[in-house]
């Protein structure tokens, strides 16, 4: 006789309908994306390098999907305006974020977002990875790390450093150097990058912690001196000097560039969104534009990214905590 009651078949009947259904209307919808255009937004203004990538990233999956991919800049609140419009939109892949890695993750922790970064949106792909350079003027006399550091301990406090603003890249790097040296340095914040390399060049302040881009032309000009890189590997255009890594091992970190979804946006459109953006960053003509733009091309997919930013998040959160540090 058999023991499984009629209302037992009857429910496990319509779990597996139930399940065919919604495995039916994914690949149908995976078939069908995307079948309308895809917005990218930048949560910033215009002309910075965000900007310039996304408007590279957009050009090759719009050739790529035979949909246009249209850049918004949505700006306002250090990145959360832009942010928090991705995270509040449909779920169905069609608006997306592009974001640096420090006001990304930096600013959940120093103030309260109308998002969780981790809880609302999902990581679909990093773009694209970039190093920070930490140089002084190459007037100071000072000529390594050692130099720096010994000068810092003897005077605490007397140096200072230069940055774009509060949770920065600049300023997050600087502050890492901070803890893992031993060091004191005193924080002046700046309006923009522009304002904080003016400041160095002329003088106003000791150091900054700025990004390869921003430091090369100057080194390359005499007018900085490179310390240290924040990378885990040597750079080739900066031979000769030593990374974080060496240093301070187990210290190494990079910066990046990534694309987000809202959470809820079905796995198989965000593994697709993450196999196009690999295929188009890797590719010839936007690898080469990339590094031009002093970038290194990546693609990691969603679970690889994840991990990143979530270590990147606690590592940065833990740096701000430690630091007492409070957005303007």
């Not at 259904?21 to 995976?30: N, P, S």
């Not at 991919?69 to 305006?81: L, S, Y």
């Not at 949106?121 to 970039?130: D, E, H, N, R």
Request: aromatic share 8%; net charge positive; glycine share 10%.
């Amino acid at each position: 006789m058999n023991t499984i009651s009629f209302e037992k078949r009857l429910s496990l009947g319509l779990f597996f309908l139930c399940a065919i259904f919604v495995a039916g209307a994914c690949h149908a919808q995976l078939n069908n994306y995307p079948n309308r255009p895809i917005k990218l937004v930048v949560p910033f203004v215009p002309g910075g390098t965000l900007d310039v990538v996304a408007r590279l990233l957009g050009k090759n999956l719009s050739e790529a999907f035979g949909q246009a991919v249209i850049v918004d800049n949505k700006a306002g609140a250090g990145g959360v305006v832009g942010v928090d419009y991705v995270a509040k939109s449909a779920p169905d892949g069609y608006t997306l974020v592009l974001n640096s890695a420090t006001p990304m993750v930096t600013v959940v922790s120093l103030q309260k977002t109308p998002y969780d970064l981790l809880r609302d949106l999902a990581p679909v792909s990093q773009v694209s990875t970039f190093d920070y350079v930490l140089s002084v003027n190459a007037k100071s006399g000072i000529q390594n790390m050692q130099d720096l550091v010994q000068l810092a301990k003897k005077q605490p406090g007397k140096l200072n450093y230069a940055s774009a603003g509060t949770g920065s890249g600049q300023h997050m790097y600087m502050e890492l150097i901070k803890s893992v040296a031993g060091i004191q340095l005193q924080h002046i914040p700046y309006k923009g990058n522009g304002p904080a390399m003016q400041a160095l060049l002329a003088g106003e302040v000791d150091l900054i912690f700025d990004t390869t881009l921003g430091i090369l032309p100057q080194v390359q000009g005499g007018k900085l001196k490179p310390l240290m890189t924040s990378s885990s590997k040597p750079i080739a255009a900066l031979a000769g000097v030593p990374t974080l890594e060496s240093l301070y091992p187990g210290s190494s970190i990079q910066g990046w560039h990534g694309v987000f979804a809202p959470s809820a946006t079905p796995k198989e459109v965000l593994s697709f969104l993450a196999d196009a953006i690999k295929k188009a960053v890797n590719g010839h003509d936007m690898s080469t534009k990339l590094k031009d733009l002093g970038l290194d091309p990546s693609g990691l997919g969603t679970d690889v990214f994840f991990e990143t930013v979530k270590r990147d998040q606690d590592r940065w959160g833990k740096v701000i905590r430690e630091n007492n540090i409070k957005a303007d």
